[in-house]
């Protein structure tokens, strides 16, 4: 069972940034892609980025690029998404999941489960 804990949420003010962590629980990262997703209440949960498993190439929704700046570290087993000049309307429980990393990548089905997710509050 693919399992990968979040963390790194917090409350932040406008323009701020905040960097959130993925980690893999009893398996190793590497030979996974894997995807940020968010969900704001009331709203769907959507993709915000992913990045491929062996070349490191990524994906970005609209909203977050040029903004948020995923990565990862693989000697970690952890995936990274530095979320820069936040927004309120960032705000949302960020998830990660292993995901197949290409152009329709949040709409397929994730590998695994969910994980209880990261708190992101943008406010003043």
């Known amino acids: 069972q693919l399992q990968l804990v979040e963390s790194g949420g917090g409350l932040v003010q406008p323009g701020g940034s905040l960097r959130l962590s993925c980690a893999a629980s009893?398996?190793?990262?590497?030979?996974?892609?894997i995807g940020w997703f968010r969900q704001a209440p009331g709203k769907e949960r959507e993709g915000v980025s992913c990045?491929?498993?062996?070349?490191?190439?990524?994906i970005y929704a609209d909203s977050v690029k040029g903004r948020f700046t995923i990565s990862r570290d693989n000697a970690k087993s952890t995936v990274y998404l530095q979320m820069n000049s936040l927004k309120p309307e960032d705000t949302a429980v960020y998830y990660c999941?292993?995901?197949?990393?290409?152009?329709?990548?949040?709409?397929?089905?994730?590998?695994?489960?969910w994980g209880q997710g990261t708190q992101v509050t943008v406010s003043s």
């Open positions: 009893g398996f190793t990262l590497d030979n996974y892609a």
């Open positions: 990045i491929s498993s062996i070349s490191s190439s990524t």
């Open positions: 999941a292993a995901v197949i990393c290409r152009p329709g990548w949040s709409r397929r089905q994730i590998f695994g489960s």
